[in-house]
């Protein structure tokens, strides 16, 4: 027996839009130039006849969730970018009824078909990979959990309670999550101000040294120019993973200039990130990354919050990086390795600590690994993948409304801002910072909370 606020698809529909980047990016050895984001348009009509339409954007972040030494990039971003194409006729056709939820459950059995399809027609050498799968179907997602708020009028984040869901989340998890649903694990209001992860990447200039030449565009170009200019508290610095003494040199270099720019602001308290994307060959570089900072900046080494994906995402494939050590030292996050439930429960299994939520895998994927990461005390944090516009509101959103996410990553304006305009003056509080915060606080609008613009304001 469904509920009157179940909804069915009445209608879908696709756009895309291209930017290139301001500066270049590298990151997992790999260096990205510009982003192609996925539109999606859906319209679905509740069992009383309401109507709402929902939107959703977001990268097709191919490099990230296609790495490959098989296929080309141009050849994994054309993959995806089609494989969106053959998820609009299958989303078309689905005919069932339900809360979002239970309706993107049905959706992921034929992601793979949408995958498979598109590969056979490619003749490509390697299947598409989960991960790359998650990040096309995402703004599909997101559309149909906005367009359900939409069509009752009410923030999607307030439908998630026995009121509004079919199935409790035994049905989506595990027997143990019996009787739970996700208004347990998420607010009924967003968090007002969260601190934002600024992305410190392997190319950028930490010093005016670093610039053979100037840009001149109005943005800050240097380490210090960005603190100062966002008043920045939070740092993410992107590692190479296979050059200890790179890496360690490169946080040192970091902590040091952070230190002299922040006491001259009158800071005394930040933050660091490490994220190496996988790239150590073991949980032995992690320990000695950690020792030689350790020595040779302790204050820096304080400030590390945690160590995100040292190793290989295949966790099963590497059963021997096992990161109990480092996890004892500083919380170890899985981010590329995050996939389903059970990944999950292997990471733990392998001694990983926390995970990393991402938006780009796809909204119902989100909440309920953040609803089982707060089952089991695991440290939690939500990244973007270079995500602008709506689709950085959509990340922060998520951010806002999982009560033990402390921070937000968002570097969309440092890479991308051509793709920010328009929005940064719909969402001044969200897109122009000055004290290192977004002012999620907005975000309380129907379905995900927040609108899209029109493209004449771009």
Same mark, same amino acid.
């Given at each position: ?6 909804? *069915? ?67 994994? !971003? ?20 339900? =809360? ?9 059995? /034929? ?16 299947? #598409? ?10 703004? /599909?997602?997101?559309? $149909?959990?906005? +367009? ?5 009028? *009410? ?14 989340? %035994? ?21 007002? *101000? ?13 010093? &005016? ?8 565009? @109005? ?12 008043? !920045?508290? =939070? ?5 190479? @993973? ?52 350790? &020595? !040779? %900046? ?25 990161? =109990? ?12 390795? !995050? ?29 309920? #690994? ?23 509101? =959509? ?6 409304? $999982?009560?033990?996410? +402390? ?5 969309? *304006? ?45």
């Amino acid at each position: 027996m469904g509920k009157d606020t179940d909804v *069915r698809v009445i209608s879908v529909d696709i756009a895309t839009e291209e930017y290139a980047y301001r500066t270049p990016m590298k990151f997992g050895g790999r260096v990205v130039e510009g982003v192609i984001l996925r539109n999606v348009i859906i319209e679905v009509e509740t069992r009383r006849g309401l109507r709402g339409r929902g939107f959703g954007s977001m990268p097709v972040g191919n490099v990230w969730g296609w790495p490959s030494n098989v296929c080309t990039a141009e050849e994994t !971003l054309t993959a995806m970018t089609r494989m969106g194409e053959h998820l609009v006729s299958r989303v078309a056709e689905y005919q069932g009824w339900g =809360h979002p939820l239970e309706i993107t459950v049905d959706w992921a059995d /034929f992601y793979d078909d949408a995958a498979e399809e598109t590969v056979q027609e490619m003749r490509s050498p390697e299947p #598409m990979p989960k991960l790359a799968r998650l990040v096309v179907a995402s703004p /599909f997602e997101a559309a $149909i959990h906005d +367009a359900y708020g939409k069509s009752i009028g *009410r923030n999607s984040y307030d439908l998630l309670s026995k009121e509004f869901v079919n199935a409790d989340l %035994s049905h989506f998890l595990a027997p143990e999550f019996a009787g739970e649903y996700l208004d347990a694990y998420t607010l009924r209001r967003p968090k007002e *101000r969260m601190p934002l992860y600024h992305l410190v990447g392997a190319l950028d200039p930490l010093t &005016e040294h670093d610039i053979p030449q100037r840009l001149n565009d @109005g943005l800050p170009e240097t380490l210090p120019e960005w603190i100062i200019a966002d008043g !920045l508290t =939070h740092l993410k610095i992107k590692l190479n @993973g296979d050059d200890l003494n790179w890496d360690v040199q490169r946080v040192v270099a970091v902590d040091r200039i952070s230190e002299e720019t922040q006491r001259r602001r009158g800071c005394d308290t930040w933050f660091y990130s490490a994220d190496f994307n996988e790239r150590c060959r073991s949980v032995e570089y992690v320990l000695e990354f950690m020792a030689k900072l350790r &020595e !040779l %900046s302790p204050q820096g080494f304080e400030r590390l919050q945690y160590i995100e994906q040292p190793t290989h995402r295949d966790l099963r494939a590497h059963m021997e990086n096992k990161m =109990h050590q480092a996890a004892a030292i500083k919380p170890v996050v899985i981010d590329e390795s !995050l996939v389903d439930y059970e990944s999950l429960l292997l990471s733990r299994e392998l001694g990983y600590s926390g995970v990393a939520l991402k938006a780009c895998k796809g909204q119902t994927e989100a909440l309920l #690994m953040g609803a089982a990461a707060q089952k089991f005390q695991l440290f939690l944090c939500v990244q973007d993948l270079t995500c602008p516009g709506y689709s950085f509101l =959509h990340s922060a959103s998520l951010a806002a409304r $999982i009560p033990t996410v +402390a921070a937000i990553e968002g570097n969309a *304006r440092q890479y991308c801002p051509a793709a920010n305009r328009g929005w940064d003056a719909a969402y001044p509080t969200m897109f122009r910072i000055q004290d290192g915060t977004v002012g999620t606080g907005i975000l309380t609008g129907s379905g995900l909370g927040f609108e899209p613009i029109s493209a004449g304001t771009r």
